[in-house]
């Protein structure tokens, strides 16, 4: 299969590409690095990139930005910055692709724990991770083509703790390597409608 894998340059992004790489073409993208540059958040960024790209069996999107800070220093704008970026960021790729896809292909999407085990000044990314569940949840019985959408929802990644760890108190971290296997599970499987979860 041709895979795009948006946000390959993440941690998260690194690991599905280390799996799903090992069988199949991947087309990596990200706002500074990979093959192509986009910013998801542009929905006619996101057309352009399909155009340079052509068809495509699958789209695994690991990207997306949130505010990290104390509810009570939130504003719209602040708050807007995961509703714009990580939701329709990854919105944008599905509704962007649904006539680019080949036929039974299948678009992965990237969620994470905080909606389901909250931090402290995670409420942007909370918010972001149960919109894009129901989105999927939403979107699956609506896909032509025989195409399918899920989501991955990882706990914080092993190689991400020395950096992000300090904010995960209690978190145990995730390996890498499941991460990466949520991802060919969405991608190689049938699934469709359905949040993956790895703990």
Same mark, same amino acid.
């Given at each position: 299969?041709?895979?795009?894998? #948006? /946000?390959? +340059?993440? *941690? $998260? ?34 057309? %352009? @990139?399909?155009?340079?790209?052509? $068809? ?9 930005? =949130?505010?990290? =800070?104390?509810?009570?220093?939130? *504003? ?5 910055? /995961? ?15 649904? !006539? ?5 292909? %299948?678009?992965? @999407?990237? %969620?994470? #724990? ?9 409420? !942007?990314?909370?918010?972001? !991770?149960?919109? @894009?569940?129901?989105? #999927? ?12 959408? !899920? ?8 190689? +991400?703790?020395?950096?992000? /760890?300090?904010?995960?108190? /209690? ?10 296997? =949520? ?12 949040? #993956?979860?790895?703990?």
């Amino acid at each position: 299969m041709k895979i795009i894998v #948006v /946000g390959a +340059s993440g *941690d $998260i992004g690194r690991s599905a590409c280390k799996e799903l790489g090992q069988r199949h073409e991947i087309v990596t993208v990200s706002r500074t690095a990979g093959d192509f540059h986009v910013d998801v958040s542009d929905f006619h960024a996101v057309k %352009s @990139l399909y155009e340079k790209v052509g $068809i495509v069996d699958a789209v695994v999107s690991c990207a997306g930005d =949130a505010t990290f =800070a104390p509810l009570s220093e939130m *504003d719209q704008e602040r708050f807007m910055v /995961g509703l714009r970026r990580k939701v329709m960021g990854q919105v944008n790729l599905v509704l962007a692709g649904l !006539n680019v896809i080949s036929d039974g292909g %299948s678009f992965t @999407l990237t %969620s994470g #724990v905080l909606d389901r085990d909250p931090i402290r000044m995670g409420s !942007n990314a909370a918010t972001a !991770n149960g919109a @894009l569940a129901g989105f #999927v949840t939403g979107a699956a019985i609506e896909m032509p083509r025989g195409l399918r959408v !899920n989501a991955v929802s990882p706990g914080m990644l092993d190689v +991400s703790a020395p950096r992000y /760890g300090a904010w995960f108190h /209690g978190h145990k971290p995730v390996p890498s390597h499941d991460v990466g296997l =949520a991802y060919a599970k969405c991608v190689e499987g049938a699934l469709t409608g359905q949040v #993956v979860i790895v703990e």
